[in-house]
């Protein structure tokens, strides 16, 4: 008697370029940037990211992520399949827009490392897909007012808007 299925088998690739298209709108309805159609993409392990709070970890992740080499459509599907039927959840986020090209993180969290019991519910789910597009805290909830989709890599602008949203803050 089987006491698990395996999870349907499901075109890695074509999956793929739909959260991409998906990804791609998501992009053009918050950020200003112009993103290029040139990909490349780097793997991250979601548990990986250490640290207490969300900026912390986010700077902890862009650590890692530097170190990084992108690679390929083809090479990072081929390593996605590798993995594919012990992956919970995916996530795909611009990590870097350049003029020339644009660096996907493929963010994944293995269902090992999830708690045993949950685990015996979602054993055979084909993993979670999600397309995200992190909001900088200077821009407010309700603002339609787009950002720059770099903001997470802490250039000029970033410290330009942060000094005044902190200024912003401590009036209030």
């Given at each position: 008697m089987k006491l698990f299925n395996t999870v349907p088998k499901i075109d890695v690739a074509e999956t793929l370029e739909k959260l991409i298209s998906e990804l791609l709108v998501l992009a053009k309805e918050t950020c200003w940037n112009t993103i290029s159609k040139n990909f490349v993409f780097i793997l991250s392990d979601i548990s990986e990211e250490e640290g207490e709070n969300y900026f912390i970890k986010r700077l902890n992740r862009?650590?890692?992520?530097?170190?990084?080499?992108?690679?390929?459509?083809?090479?990072?599907?081929?390593?996605?399949?590798?993995?594919?039927?012990?992956?919970?959840?995916?996530?795909?986020?611009?990590?870097?827009?350049?003029?020339?090209?644009?660096?996907?993180?493929?963010?994944?969290?293995?269902?090992?490392?999830?708690?045993?019991?949950?685990?015996?519910?979602?054993?055979?789910?084909?993993?979670?897909?999600?397309?995200?597009?992190a909001i900088p805290p200077y821009v407010k909830k309700d603002s339609r007012k787009k950002f720059d989709i770099n903001w997470e890599l802490e250039g000029l602008r970033y410290k330009w808007h942060m000094l005044w949203w902190k200024r912003e803050i401590k009036r209030s």
């Open positions: 862009n650590k890692l992520n530097k170190k990084k080499i992108p690679k390929s459509f083809i090479e990072a599907v081929t390593d996605l399949k590798d993995i594919y039927d012990s992956i919970y959840d995916i996530n795909l986020h611009v990590y870097k827009s350049e003029k020339n090209r644009t660096i996907i993180d493929i963010q994944y969290y293995l269902k090992s490392r999830l708690d045993a019991d949950f685990l015996k519910t979602v054993i055979d789910n084909p993993p979670m897909l999600h397309c995200k597009i």
